[in-house]
């Protein structure tokens, strides 16, 4: 999938930070929503930036992307809850809070800081808090265009910025600043906007910086598992993968810290049901009977995916996701691709690291060509303790000629955990053997100067030949 899921550390509350991280992490999440706290990284202590480091490594030992959260109870005031806000009088402790997440945000790589507009004192009006909000933010700004690092402004149920729209028209009175967009929690949407939270969405495409997944009942401001309210949240899924949205999106639960690794247990499995895909435009099949059912006996008895795995293209088809603009699915994948990747999914839910990581070689090495692109597009739901394991297929994917498993071996998996120099050939190799760079994911932002030097001398080889140069080399080298 398109962005990467994730866990908040508010809802391990119980738990030792490290602790709490390994776990999400061996869950398979790729990303974490880090509360700061007295507890987990707290922004006061003394040596608050030598433990910033140390988290960020293990942040990266453990694959895992990060958002910043700074809605901590009582970090600030311990006697009254959420208290000092950007409304407030004395705004200026949450502002100084604000610069400290940034600071730390900086430090650990994170994508964005979160922040809300805390709710308005009973004993002041409307224009003063709105003027009190605009002022706080203009501050915090400055913080963040300096250290070069993204905000988020999410909408919270009760508060003076409750609504998605009121958020979007903040933003706009400070003049569309590019530092600062928006965090939803798509519960809250249910809880209180005019629309559903695909259409929330939808309307803040292109702002969005951080996501946060809980479902809710209208009018209750309530942080519910998946299926104990009214969230669509296969067609919310699916809204945020049609948006292109990439950052992280992180399950929201901070009252079920008493059994938070069961919770985040069942969350993993709910989201993989609903957006069990690399790719979310696969939403024909989600409800496939056969599919979902091999999920089930997957994760009853692992072993079974052995017989499940290679009856996957008989039962729910082998055709392109996208066969007006992709008919071989070298870019978007088969539907085949897909349901294989739910079956990986569902395994991952189940098996230890090392046996897994046994289990998916398995599957690639005694697979047909078609179970082995299956096993490649799937890497990306599989956790960052067999990245090794799956680094070894991509390598042996991109020996052959076969064009449908190299387009695979440089998907999303390759664009992240792919080395350097193997990755620049894994391009050139497309190139000689026709794959579409649309195909090969994080060209824009892994393209160096190397390739393009590699790519300049091949073209000038082909002309030199008199033969014609591949389009996408032309395109890329005139673009870049």
Not at 35 to 47: C, G, Q, S, V
Not at 87 to 94: F, L
Not at 141 to 146: G, I, N, P
Not at 305 to 327: H, N, S, T, W, Y
């Amino acid at each position: 999938m398109s962005f990467a899921l994730g866990y908040g550390t508010n809802g391990f509350a119980n738990h030792r930070l490290d602790d709490a991280l390994r776990i999400i992490a061996d869950l398979g999440y790729r990303s974490v929503a880090l509360t700061l706290d007295h507890h987990h990284l707290d922004p006061f202590a003394a040596d608050v930036v030598k433990e910033t480091g140390r988290v960020a490594g293990l942040l990266s030992s453990l694959g895992l992307r990060c958002v910043v959260e700074t809605g901590a109870r009582y970090l600030l005031d311990p006697a009254r809850k959420h208290h000092p806000t950007l409304v407030s009088g004395d705004t200026a402790v949450r502002i100084d809070f604000l610069h400290r997440a940034i600071r730390i945000a900086a430090d650990l790589g994170a994508d964005c800081v979160s922040f809300w507009s805390g709710i308005k004192p009973s004993d002041v009006d409307d224009e003063t808090a709105h003027q009190r909000m605009l002022s706080g933010v203009g501050k915090v700004l400055v913080e963040a265009d300096r250290r070069r690092v993204r905000i988020g402004l999410e909408p919270e149920p009760g508060m003076h910025v409750q609504h998605l729209a009121q958020a979007l028209a903040l933003r706009a009175e400070l003049g569309d600043p590019e530092m600062l967009g928006i965090t939803l929690d798509v519960g809250h949407c249910v809880a209180v906007e005019p629309v559903n939270a695909a259409e929330c969405v939808r309307q803040a495409a292109g702002l969005l910086v951080n996501v946060q997944l809980d479902d809710m009942r209208p009018g209750v401001h309530e942080h519910l598992e998946f299926g104990e309210g009214d969230l669509d949240l296969p067609g919310t899924l699916a809204a945020l993968a049609e948006a292109g949205y990439t950052g992280v999106a992180a399950v929201e639960l901070p009252r079920h810290s008493h059994a938070a690794p069961d919770v985040a247990r069942r969350a993993f499995a709910a989201l993989t049901a609903a957006m069990p895909l690399a790719d979310s435009e696969w939403v024909g099949e989600v409800d496939h009977p056969w599919l979902v059912d091999a999920e089930r006996r997957v994760r009853a008895e692992p072993a079974a995916v052995r017989a499940l795995f290679p009856a996957v293209g008989r039962k729910v088809g082998r055709q392109a996701m996208r066969p007006e603009i992709d008919p071989q699915g070298l870019i978007h994948g088969t539907v085949d691709d897909l349901a294989r990747t739910r079956l990986l999914a569902a395994l991952a839910g189940v098996l230890p690291a090392a046996e897994l990581a046994a289990e998916v070689t398995e599957l690639y090495r005694y697979g047909d060509d078609a179970e082995r692109r299956g096993v490649l597009r799937g890497l990306t739901t599989l956790p960052p303790t067999v990245v090794e394991a799956g680094l070894g297929l991509v390598q042996d994917a991109l020996r052959t000629n076969d064009i449908r498993l190299v387009a695979a071996a440089l998907g999303p998996f390759a664009g992240e955990h792919l080395d350097q120099h193997s990755w620049r050939h894994g391009v050139l190799k497309c190139l000689f053997v026709g794959v579409p760079l649309a195909a090969v994911a994080a060209v824009d932002r892994r393209t160096d100067p190397e390739l393009l030097r590699m790519i300049a001398d091949y073209a000038d080889e082909r002309r030199a030949a008199g033969r014609e140069v591949p389009a996408d080399a032309v395109r890329l080298l005139e673009t870049s």
